[in-house]
């Protein structure tokens, strides 16, 4: 069988999850990972994977079919993104939600350039969920959408965390408020403010010396990802941090309670309840990079979302098949 | 704004559902009901609607962008799939699930002879639960799929019975095996038998002086329908059809129970509680008859289906609105 040739690129959380999703997909191979750390430092017992640094890309362009990048969406993929889109077809987790416009106008310009295809912001949210509340408005046009996470480590606002100056590390945990869910599954409909259905919790490892009460400000007022949420900082050390904080769980739904015809109630949900997040989201990642690599095949460039994408280029069966056993 | 003109074919359940889900997407219109039924026969009390014969399709080429097939899987659909698909753009919930490979086949034909695009077996079941298990194997490549229905009334096996000799009116239920379920949510990954995850309650009005033993049997050892399971057939009185068992409820749930990396449990989760199961699959069929139209429009031809349609297609938002608003 001919093989996908996949190339991770940045080998934290998500890059160690891509590497372990690959050996449940027959059909693909990893063949490099790219980082910036030395080779030596990242373990890599598989002497068939190259290890290599971000700026040996181009020596590649022919050894691989598709790069999942794996860098964080704060300072990494802005980069990396467009960088990687000339050599390879990418695949990417892009997350700042609001600057999504922006990032998919410079992937497409650079992917289009070079005749390559890129996913981006591929996931679970964005991601599944996305996919989730397109379908839902569109099969029920009356009725209100609802996103809830958590309760969960989401690793992109403890990311956002560890950039701060001062911080040594972070876990930050998102956890819907009861309450407000209950009303929801109830069909009650209720208008919610992003604040009334999360709030964010965070447990910080403060740098020897530094100012813990900047830190804390500058959490609670970074615009995206915390600003509009009751968010709690709790500093403590480091050994209690990798204690009680070092798995990463996450979950969470989305829901629509919607109507039809003359007030017949439809209720439609979506959930996860996952015991690895990065983990499953390499898994995302991974069949997204099996479709991005066929429709290139078939001659498609540019920028996708998760929204472009037909379900069936996900699954390494034929149409004919999936047809057969699981429509 | 120019109005996607659809025309619905087949006055029952179904296409009631259609032509109010209709009234709620603003970019669509409805122009035409065909019935085999005398047009003062439906009720129809809008005047800008044609009330038409099957006959008459041809003569309505150019006034209609999609029709929405709302025939049975058993008879109608078999043959009025191929005769619609010569004409217009067509949508259909075919969910005989044996014969869908030899539909698509014949749609496909069809569809593509005219420069005519197919969706098949939209719906929810096949359709959105189609589409998850699809998904959620592809992200997931090592766990079990359980699809779960009910409790609620299912319109094709309620339906096939109906066709059955001596058979007055039936409405069948669909019951999941709550024994079954709770091991599947536990994560057990146990071997379920299709006889073991559901049962099937039918009740039933014979004509008078019909062979209730037979209609029974037939009923109990219907391929596809109901011979693989513990069925049960009740006969009632009209009267307490009508008053017992009226209302159109239905639900269910997919569900996956995987594992990524050295065991992290992972368990995605897709599940629907209608209140009216015909008008939801009446609004899942015209948010892919928006696909439909938009992607014939684009030039594509022939037989698709659930899996093979990007969701930003269903939306009327612009896929640039979809990346900033959804994603």
Redesign the interface.
Known sequence: MERIRVAIVGYGNLGR?VE??IR??PDMELVAIFSRRPAGDLNIRDEDVAVLNIVDAEDYVDRIDVAVLCGGSATDLPVQGPQFARFFNTVDSFDT?AR??QY?EEMDRAAREAGHLSAI?IGWD?G?F??????F??????GSTYTFWGKGVSQGHSDAIRRIDGVKDAVQYTIPVSGAMERVRQGENPQLSTREKHVRQCFVVAEEGADRERIAKEIKEMPAYFADYDTEVIFISEEELKREHSAMPHGGFVIRSG????G?????????????NP??T???LL?YA?AVYRMNKEGQAGAR????????Y??PES??V???K??
Chains 1, 2 share one sequence.
């Open positions: 999850g372990k999703a449940q997909n939600h999504i416009p998919y912001s964005p599944l996305s996919m989730n509340r397109l379908l408005e569109a099969v029920l046009p009356v109507e039809t015809g003359e017949n109630s439809q209720l439609l949900e979506f959930s996860l309840k996952l015991g690895n983990q499953f390499a898994s995302v069949a099996r979302t998760i929204f472009d994408i037909p379900l069936s996900l699954s149409p004919a999936l047809r057969e699981l429509l």
